[in-house]
């Protein structure tokens, strides 16, 4: 059987947005997100970050930096009985001075390309999996992958929310949260298997 898969997007949705973070001492995480990934283990789900950071494009920060900052907040979750499982970052940005990181890429939400090599590297069904973010590229990236997309109203949530109807978008669920996303996944996990199957 395949793994399914819970995505998180990172700013706005696990912490606070602050734009762009290039210390872990800048990154708040929001308190009710440890008990969500705590959750998101529980149910059987892995909790997968993948997050746009074109900051490294824009030369704010460098990879190494970023890596010891995801190093850190993984540990934070885990003092706490959370299991990240992999994050994956997209570092790309169009008009970036580094040849390295300039170009238009399949990896940056709401292209799919974090989320199918994730899918390839955990063996993940993407139709049973979540994605949960604040910004319209999440709601998004989890049409593309034809996972389930969930939208919280932290961070850019509510502006977000007001785009994607103006497009005739509508997320699987909208969130107060991270946590409350995480609760309607699992009634929902618990209603469906609760369905009897076919004679």
């Not at 190494?64 to 190093?71: A, E, P, Q, V």
């Not at 994605?131 to 989890?142: I, P, R, T, Y």
Request: charged residues 25%; aromatic residues 10%; hydrophobic residues 35%.
């Amino acid at each position: 059987m395949k793994n399914r898969a819970v995505f998180l997007d990172r700013d706005g949705n696990l912490n606070k947005d602050v734009g762009y973070p290039h210390s872990y001492q800048q990154i708040e995480i929001y308190p009710f997100s440890y008990t969500a990934v705590r959750k998101i283990n529980q149910a059987g789900f892995l909790a997968i970050v993948i997050t746009n950071q074109s900051g490294i494009g824009r030369g704010l920060i460098q990879e190494s930096g970023l890596n010891k900052i995801h190093t850190r907040m993984t540990e934070a979750f885990a003092k706490k009985g959370g299991r990240i499982d992999a994050i994956y970052f997209c570092p790309h940005y169009e008009k970036s001075n580094d040849p390295k990181y300039k170009k238009t890429c399949s990896c940056r939400k709401p292209n799919p390309g974090m989320g199918l090599l994730a899918a390839e590297e955990f063996d993940i069904d993407l139709k049973k999996s979540y994605m949960v973010g604040d910004k319209v590229e999440d709601v998004l990236f989890g049409l593309e992958l034809k996972s389930t997309s969930i939208l919280v109203l932290t961070g850019f949530g509510k502006n977000s929310l007001v785009e994607l109807r103006k497009r005739g978008l509508e997320p699987g669920y909208v969130a107060s949260d991270v946590l409350d996303a995480v609760n309607w996944i699992r009634k929902r996990e618990k209603t469906a298997s609760a369905k009897p199957g076919p004679d």
